[in-house]
């Protein structure tokens, strides 16, 4: 007789035989262990979290199945009602419930923690929970949910976590023993359908790797693989062109390399080789039946400027029935919107598109109309995505082939190189498992470009898992509600974060040892037969010292001066900014003091509107013009920022350069420095072993001494922050938190039950709005705005906030924005650093749609795209439900409820 009867039985319902790696994995589950799966991207790792959900229904348990985003949760539970049954399945997201009671649930991770937390009736016969895409405890924003969940299910569940490929799972699995008991960790590495790494140069498709190699010429590529020597030449050949560039005159007037190539970037001045455009892409890949593909942009414009060239170019990559059965499915899911919504979201070129095979796929669509493209994708309809990132995120649209048409991105704050882990994500849907029998991964060649940098990148397996874990004032007033103080300190201190910094500290412990073991023998060699050489080498490093500290104290003061010169500045006063990226002319639209180091809104005579900071203001600053501004300066509007750049040209133009350009002066050094720094000359001078002949030879080993003795200082700093690093915060945060009274010493009180229900990175500001009545007396419309401040952050933090609505939503705002600030110095004191600033550039868009204005209207004042605009809309309602949870028992609740019923219309209902 079997021993794992019920894997037997359901390995029987595929057609084709599972993996090793998938048949390990679904015996540990039956055998009762909890399981970590790390596997490439495709590799079929769902396989084994969909056994738990068919044992949990064999032997009559729940099973939660947890993704970290909506679309993957609505994806699974598609996938999951086909299989079982819509009755045996339910969905739990953010905005949606549908039968929550199922034996088999698919939520977001952040709907579990909620329940864990709520003590929920629902987790009762729970006996498996899926964490799929469990990697995502890495993210900085929701990681932290995760290990939550993990630490906090009961000891009777059993935790499937399925990750892509890391290089430290066997340390994550061990964490996971750890915390939740025997956990069996199962990595595989090798992909399912082997993958050929290429790079198109010209109309050139070259390998990336030598075909001497014998497991990249497989597909299978190993670290350290040799790059293919043509790559290697043809880099030279570019570098050598664009040396001599300067010395060439253009041969065409054309914009590609290639005279006429439709869609070739220009190159410029005869380089030996030509970058090919989309359409030359797109042309070759039909050409060596590689499609369908993915291109990835990284650019949500550029995906939609992808799609308006194929437009353009007449492109159509389907055949006659293809194109029916693709306007057939569009008209189906999207034409019964209303006909005014459809034309502000671009709907007719969107169906023109799908009609000829071609989309594009990211974050500022709506949901309705990526899901319509992933469902045409899978069906075969759509053959090219022009997509974003985000696509990579587990939704399941594998391609043949994959293009990366750069190997950098925008990361929220700078364009940086993506990572080895990342671009092992994003070609790793290259390869359809029974439909390919290999897939391709295409890199554009680039000027510049490196091969051996490529082939590193592709070839890497060093990208660990690291955890973003922290105690929020939510998570602490939950954990000290349901443990109490000191187990929820115990539960913190099993946090991965926790496990991998202890780790550390042993490697460190190490360093630290080798360190104290070495200044030994610096001090010995620095001996001198004359005196202590120490204490006199001790006496050379106070004069650096107080040099040092006496020039700090110069720039201190000079801040200072320059902080109270930008506290006499008023809007319309032209400035010249003496430093930064902004250096030069430029007129205050807002001064931005503050306490915590005022930050001035400006707009530049180069038409840049910006937050500066203090370090901008090395020196102090003062009027040189002064200019009339308009009632209301939106920083954001591109005209508004011409005319008053240009007003602000005038203003300066007679000025001389000394003033326009002015440079920091050196302030003159303290007296009383100047004199103790005398003194101790005199010292070493008068020092026994100033007169010894191999004084320099002893320096230098006592300058040895002192840089190790402060490396091996640092090291043991290191030591002291990271041990018990979590639960030290988390102190710190209950000490606030008792400080504003939400906690006495063991127990919650009856303000921080309010705080209890506010999941959002502003907890606290909104708790202490709600307690102290500043939304009080507020329509629904009203405080649809004010929440917004509280939901919104700007994907450019750098840019002003814009106009509000004024009165009672102004009045609310400002009084938000004090209040935050008056708890960030109440952070600074428990050294915490937490709450961001309110952003209110989401408050005309909420006021205006919960005051029922149409969808045109709404867009085309708000430079957000449908799906950011159906997004914040979403998160929104979602906050504002938070809120009348908390509001009980005030009028602020029914406002509150209100206000979710009038934002919940249209493309926000329905998208």
């Not at 994959?402 to 080895?420: C, F, Q």
């Amino acid at each position: 007789m079997s021993s794992h009867p019920v894997f037997d039985q359901f390995s029987g319902t595929f057609p084709f035989p599972l993996d090793e790696f998938q048949v390990e994995g679904c015996k540990a589950v039956e055998d009762g262990d909890g399981v970590l799966v790390a596997a490439p991207t495709g590799a079929g790792k769902t396989v084994v979290g969909e056994f738990a959900v068919h044992l949990a229904l064999e032997t009559g348990r729940k099973c939660f199945y947890t993704t970290p985003i909506k679309a993957l949760s609505n994806q699974k539970y598609n996938d999951l009602v086909a299989r079982h049954g819509a009755d045996q399945v339910g969905l739990l997201t953010g905005d949606t419930s549908i039968n929550g009671e199922a034996p088999v649930v698919v939520m977001t991770t952040e709907v579990l923690r909620n329940m864990l937390y709520a003590r929920s009736r629902t987790l009762v016969g729970l006996g498996f929970v899926v964490m799929d895409e469990v990697h995502y405890l890495a993210d900085r924003a929701r990681g932290a949910v995760w290990e939550e969940v993990i630490i906090h299910l009961p000891e009777s569940v059993s935790v499937v976590s399925l990750s892509a490929t890391v290089s430290n799972a066997e340390e994550f699995g061990e964490w996971l023993e750890t915390v939740r008991g025997s956990t069996r960790t199962i990595v595989a590495e090798r992909r399912p359908v082997p993958l050929f790494q290429h790079v198109m140069a010209g109309r050139q498709l070259h390998d990336l790797f030598a075909s001497s190699d014998v497991d990249a010429a497989a597909g299978f590529v190993r670290e350290g693989a040799p790059v293919n020597e043509e790559l290697v030449k043809l880099a030279r050949d570019d570098w050598a062109s664009t040396r001599l560039k300067g010395h060439r005159t253009p041969k065409s007037g054309g914009k590609g390399g290639r005279p006429g190539g439709p869609g070739s970037r220009p190159v410029g001045n005869g380089r030996r080789i030509w970058i090919p455009g989309r359409l030359d892409v797109l042309e070759q890949l039909q050409r060596k039946n590689l499609l369908p593909a993915i291109d990835f942009i990284f650019s949500r414009a550029g995906c939609d400027a992808a799609v308006q060239q194929c437009l353009d170019a007449n492109v159509r990559l389907t055949t006659a029935a293809e194109r029916d059965e693709a306007i057939a499915y569009v008209k189906g899911t999207l034409g019964t919107m209303p006909p005014d919504d459809l034309e502000v979201l671009g709907y007719d070129d969107f169906l023109d598109a799908a009609s000829r095979g071609v989309a594009s796929h990211h974050a500022g669509m709506l949901p309705a109309f990526k899901e319509c493209v992933e469902e045409l994708y899978l069906r075969g309809l759509v053959k090219i995505v022009f997509a974003t990132e985000t696509l990579a995120l587990g939704i399941n649209m594998p391609a043949r082939t994959v293009v990366l048409e750069k190997l950098s991105k925008w990361n929220g704050e700078t364009h940086a190189d993506i990572t080895p882990g990342e671009y092992t994500q994003l070609t790793g849907r290259a390869g359809r498992r029974g439909l390919d029998i290999e897939g391709h991964a295409v890199v554009l060649w680039q000027p510049g470009m490196n091969p051996r940098d490529l082939a590193g990148l592709a070839s890497t397996r060093t990208y660990p898992l690291r955890s973003s874990f922290r105690p929020s004032y939510n998570m602490a007033v939950n954990l000290v509600h349901a443990f109490g103080r000191h187990r929820a300190r115990e539960l913190l201190e099993m946090s991965f974060a926790q496990f991998q910094a202890d780790r550390a500290v042993v490697g460190l412990a190490r360093q630290l040892r080798k360190a104290e073991d070495a200044l030994e023998g610096y001090a010995e060699s620095a001996h001198c037969h004359l005196g202590d050489y120490m204490e006199y080498a001790g006496l050379r490093q106070q004069i650096s010292e107080l040099e040092k500290q006496s020039s700090k104290v110069r720039r201190h003061d000079r801040r200072n001066e320059a902080a109270a010169s930008l506290e006499q500045l008023v809007p319309g006063d032209v400035i010249v900014v003496p430093a930064g990226k902004f250096a030069g002319p430029a007129v205050i639209v807002e001064p931005g003091l503050s306490e915590q180091g005022h930050r001035p809104l400006v707009i530049t005579a180069e038409r840049q509107g910006r937050r500066l900071a203090m370090i901008d203001f090395p020196v102090p600053v003062e009027p040189v013009a002064k200019i009339r501004l308009p009632k209301r300066v939106d920083t954001r509007n591109p005209q508004q920022r011409k005319d008053i750049a240009q007003a602000v040209r005038a203003a300066v133009r007679a000025l001389p350069a000394s003033v326009t350009r002015p440079r920091p002066e050196r302030g003159p050094v303290d007296e009383g420095v100047a004199r103790q720094i005398a003194e101790i000359r005199e010292q070493i001078r008068s020092h026994p072993c100033h007169a010894c002949d191999d004084r320099e030879d002893h320096a230098r080993w006592a300058e040895r001494h002192a840089k190790l003795g402060k490396d091996a200082q640092m090291l043991s700093e290191r030591i002291e922050r990271r041990t018990n690093t979590v639960a030290r915060t988390f102190d710190r945060v209950c000490e606030v938190l008792t400080a504003l009274g939400y906690l006495e010493e063991d127990a919650v009180t009856e303000r921080g039950r309010a705080l209890m229900r506010i999941y959002s990175d502003l907890d606290l500001v909104a708790a202490e709005s709600l307690r102290l009545g500043l939304w009080d007396g507020l329509t629904p419309q009203q405080l649809g705005a004010v929440l917004s401040s509280l939901v919104y952050e700007a994907r450019r933090p750098e840019d002003g906030p814009g106009n509000v609505p004024g009165g009672a939503i102004s009045e609310a705002i400002d009084a938000m924005t004090r209040l935050w600030s008056d708890l960030e110095q109440l952070e600074r004191t428990h050294r915490l650093d937490f709450l961001r600033r309110p952003d209110p550039g989401f408050a005309w868009t909420a006021y205006r749609w919960a005051g029922g204005q149409d969808l045109d209207e709404v867009i085309t004042r708000n430079d957000q795209t449908a799906g950011d605009f159906v997004r914040q809309m979403k998160q929104l309602i979602d906050f504002a439900g938070q809120i009348a949870n908390a509001a009980a028992g005030t009028p602020v609740r029914d406002t509150a409820r209100d206000l979710v019923k009038l934002l919940r219309r249209g493309i926000v209902a329905g998208g």
